[in-house]
C-alpha cells in the first residue's frame, strides 16, 4: 500500500527551496507513495513543472479570500455574515504598516491573527512535511494529522528570544527537522540546542541531467552584447545583497569594464533597486530580467555567475552554475564552503562592492584562472541525487 505524503510550502516561485522541492518530486518514486501538496499561493512559475502525480490541493478559503480587493472582501464578508476573515486580514495588513518586520516576525504576525480562519486538513497522512519554516511549519504543526511530521530548514536565519519561544511550539510537535546544510544545522542549533537529537542534514537535491536538458531549452539572453555577461539570479530582498551587487556595479563601470550584469528575480526591493539604477546612470550595465521558470539557459550562456548573498541555508544557484561549468564569484555567506573552493572552482570574496568587483575582473583579466576553473568545474562531481536515499531513509 501507498504510502501517503503531504507537502507544504509557501508557493513555487522559482526560488532555491522551491526549485529544490520540484527536484525532489520528479525523483520521487510514485509507485511507492501518494503525494499531495499544498500551496499558500497559486499561479507561479514553477507549478507547471509539477510532476503530474502530484496532486495539487485546492487553496484555501482564506488564500481565495485574500485574492478579492479590500472592496469586494468586505461585499463578499457582509454576504456570508461573517466577517472572521476580514477581521483577521484588516489585523494583520495594519500591523506590517507599523513598522519593518524581517521575516520570521511576518511569520509570526500572520499566523497569530490568521491560524483562527484557516481550516484543518482532515486527511490521515503518513507523513507530513514542512518545506520551508515559517508559516508552512506552523500549518503543519497545528492543521495537519499526520502519523510523522517533518521540517526542513533551508536557510541560516537566527532568531532573537521572542521569536524563538514562538517558534519552539511548534517545532516541539515534529518528529524530525531537516536542515539543508551543516551549517543550517549549526545555526538553527544555537537557537534550539535541545533539538540535538533530532535535527538531520539532507541536501537541496540538484539534478545534473535535468539541469542540462534544461539549458538546452527555452530562451536566453535576447540582446547582441558582445562583452561580459555576469549573471545573477535570486529574490530581490536583502537576504541577496543586491547593495553589493549594485555597488560593484558601479566600479566595474567605473574602471571601464565592458559589460553588462543580468538579474533573474523578483521581490519586495524592485523598486529600490530600480531608483539606484536610475539615480547612478547604470541602465545600460545592469539589466532587471524579471522571472523565468527555466533559468539554466541564462546560466549556460553567462559569462561569470555572481551571487553576493548575506546569508543561505546551501546557495542552489551556485550549484547549478556550477553544474553547467560557469565561473563563480561569491560572497562569504555562512554555508559557502559546503560547495565551493576558493581558487579551485570559483572565488569566495568578502561580502562588500570593492572585493566582489576584485573578484569579477580577476577572472576577467587573469586568462590561465578563469580557464583552470572552468576545467575544474568540468571535472568537478555534478548533482547529488543520492540525497534521495537520506530522503527514503529519513521516511521509512
Known amino acids: 500500500m501507498k504510502k501517503r505524503l503531504l507537502f507544504v510550502i509557501d508557493s513555487l516561485v522559482a526560488a532555491g527551496a522551491e526549485k529544490s522541492l520540484i527536484t525532489l518530486l520528479s525523483l520521487l518514486d510514485y509507485k511507492r507513495f501518494s503525494v ?28 481565495d479570500f485574500t485574492t478579492l480587493t479590500l472592496k469586494n472582501a468586505f461585499f463578499y464578508s457582509f ?46 497522512y503518513d507523513i507530513a512535511i514542512s518545506y520551508a519554516q515559517g508559516v508552512p511549519t ?40 531537516v536542515a539543508v546544510s551543516d551549517v543550517t544545522k549549526e545555526v538553527f542549533l544555537d537557537t534550539f540546542p535541545f533539538y540535538k537529537e533530532k535535527v538531520n542534514v539532507i541536501y537541496d537535491i540538484n539534478d545534473p541531467d535535468f539541469i542540462s536538458n534544461m539549458a538546452n531549452i527555452g530562451e536566453d539572453f535576447q540582446d547582441d552584447f558582445d562583452g561580459i ?32 550584469w543580468y538579474v533573474l528575480g523578483k521581490g519586495p526591493l524592485l523598486e529600490e533597486i530600480q531608483d539606484f539604477i536610475k539615480g547612478n546612470d547604470l541602465s545600460d550595465h545592469f539589466k532587471l530580467l524579471g522571472v523565468t521558470d527555466n533559468p539554466y539557459s541564462y546560466i549556460k550562456k553567462c559569462d561569470i555567475y555572481v551571487q553576493t548573498s548575506r546569508f543561505e541555508g546551501f546557495g542552489l544557484a551556485i550549484a547549478e552554475a556550477r553544474m553547467l561549468n560557469r565561473p563563480v564569484v561569491t560572497t562569504m ?11 579551485k572552482n570559483g572565488l ?27 576545467n575544474y568545474l568540468r571535472l568537478e562531481k555534478k548533482g547529488n541525487v543520492e540525497e534521495l536515499n537520506k530522503f527514503y531513509q529519513l521516511i521509512g
Open 138 to 177: 506552523f500549518y503543519v504543526a497545528e492543521k495537519i494529522k499526520a502519523k510523522k511530521k517533518f521540517a526542513w530548514v533551508n536557510i541560516t536565519y537566527r532568531l532573537d528570544q521572542k521569536e524563538a519561544e514562538y517558534q519552539k511550539q511548534f517545532y516541539d510537535q515534529y518528529n524530525q527537522i
Open 36 to 63: 499531495d501538496l499544498m500551496l499558500f499561493a497559486h499561479g507561479e512559475l514553477l507549478e507547471k513543472l509539477v510532476p503530474k502525480e502530484v496532486n495539487i490541493l485546492r487553496p484555501l478559503k482564506y488564500t
Open 79 to 124: 454576504k456570508k455574515r461573517n466577517f472572521e476573515m476580514l477581521s483577521s486580514r484588516v489585523k494583520y495588513s495594519m500591523h506590517l504598516r507599523l513598522k519593518q518586520y524581517n521575516n520570521p516576525q511576518k511569520a509570526r504576525l500572520y499566523w497569530s491573527h490568521i491560524s483562527n480562519v484557516i481550516e484543518e486538513n482532515s486527511t490521515l
Open 348 to 374: 569566495v570574496v568578502g561580502m562588500n562592492g570593492e572585493a566582489v568587483c576584485e573578484g569579477i575582473i580577476r577572472l576577467i583579466q587573469d586568462k590561465n584562472l578563469n580557464k583552470s576553473i572552468v
Open 333 to 343: 555567506f555562512d554555508s559557502v564552503f559546503n560547495q565551493m573552493k576558493d581558487g
Open 229 to 260: 555577461r555576469i549573471l545573477t539570479i535570486g529574490r530581490l530582498a536583502y537576504q541577496k545583497g543586491y547593495d553589493i551587487a549594485l555597488d560593484a556595479c558601479k566600479k566595474l563601470k567605473k574602471k571601464g569594464i565592458k559589460f553588462k
